[in-house]
């Protein structure tokens, strides 16, 4: 099974600032990049950028979506958080069922690798509570996200419909209006009476 991107990134993360701090220890030289860069070959080049323009694409147009009140721009974002939910679900679910596989992980790190040997030393139960707590508070997130998303996405429906239901809030009670539509077109009951009768 196959960890979630954000805990590789995380990673990746750790790995460059660990670099940054002492760059004569992770001195990488031209030979060893040029190894590295062709195991990236031109289809896994053309893949990823394709994912990446399609993002770019899905964000702009959940973005625009929102700003012009237009519904239908915004599902297509929506499905991919969801989608992206289920896949770091699944992440969460492999690494309870088959919880060997972060050891075998972190066998497959290099040596200089910062705090490899100290991550290897904890047992099974400890790294896997550790990383479905990093997935869960990333899932947490991530549904939070989600809810925006959908919160935005029936503000512009209801923006949309003419039923749109307003909330005036007192201190002592709250009052449901009715539509601007519906009380323009009921027409008064009697006329009220002359200013003149009324303060007599």
Not at 26 to 55: F, K, P, Q, R
Not at 171 to 195: E, F, G, H
Request: overall charge negative; glycine content about 4%.
């Amino acid at each position: 099974m196959s960890f979630s991107p954000k805990f590789i990134n995380a990673v990746v993360l750790l790995i460059l600032l660990t670099a940054l701090s002492d760059p004569e220890q992770y001195h990488l030289t031209s030979a060893e990049l040029a190894n590295d860069l062709d195991v990236m070959d031109d289809a896994n080049m053309c893949i990823a950028s394709a994912i990446s323009l399609l993002m770019i694409l899905i964000c702009g147009m959940a973005t625009y979506g929102a700003y012009k009140l237009r519904a239908a721009w915004i599902i297509p974002f929506f499905c991919y958080q969801i989608f992206d939910f289920a896949l770091n679900t699944l992440v969460a679910v492999s690494i309870v069922v088959y919880p060997n596989t972060i050891q075998d992980y972190l066998q497959q790190l290099p040596d200089n690798f910062p705090y490899k040997e100290e991550i290897a030393a904890l047992s099974n139960v400890c790294l896997v509570l550790i990383v479905l707590l990093f997935i869960g508070c990333i899932l947490g997130f991530k549904a939070y996200l989600i809810a925006c998303v959908w919160n935005c996405y029936r503000y512009v429906i209801g923006r949309g419909t003419s039923e749109m239901l307003l909330y005036v809030t007192t201190n002592d009670t709250t009052v449901l209006l009715p539509p601007y539509d519906d009380s323009v077109s009921i027409p008064p009951k009697q006329a009220p009476p002359p200013y003149s009768t009324a303060t007599a």
